[in-house]
């Protein structure tokens, strides 16, 4: 290489040249256009179970645990399919909206009241008709 010295006494350098005032920022500026907004992507697990309903709590609890783990996973999202069928995939959690807006955390098909996430959330529905 003919020029060894780092990037940084470079930059200085070429600062220093331009201006004589070393107190002048860096060259390289902001970008102009503005990030990207942040997408959903989906991950998807494979394991083992004797039958769907085995298949169907088992999936359950690594969503829960997944969730526990790392609180940006989107629980209402979690599905599940057969491994080579990805097309028939069946929501997980129920996910009913509720008048403030809340979405029930309960497991789908689950009979009685829809209830909003944490202790005493707010519980909306027919309840056990």
Not at 3 to 29: C, F, H, K, M
């Amino acid at each position: 290489m003919r020029d060894n010295r780092s990037p940084y006494w470079r930059q200085r350098r070429a600062v220093e040249a331009l201006s004589g005032n070393r107190d002048t920022g860096a060259l390289i500026g902001p970008p102009r256009r503005p990030s990207r907004p942040r997408r959903f992507f989906t991950v998807h697990l494979g394991f083992t179970a004797p039958g769907k309903a085995d298949a169907r709590e088992l999936a359950v609890g690594y969503a829960e645990a997944l969730s526990l783990l790392r609180p940006e996973v989107a629980l209402g999202a979690a599905a599940l399919s057969p491994a080579d069928a990805w097309q028939r995939a069946e929501r997980l959690f129920c996910g009913a909206v509720g008048p403030d807006g809340e979405r029930c955390v309960d497991v789908a098909d689950h009979p009685g009241f829809h209830h909003a996430p944490g202790p005493g959330g707010l519980g909306w529905g027919d309840g056990d008709g």
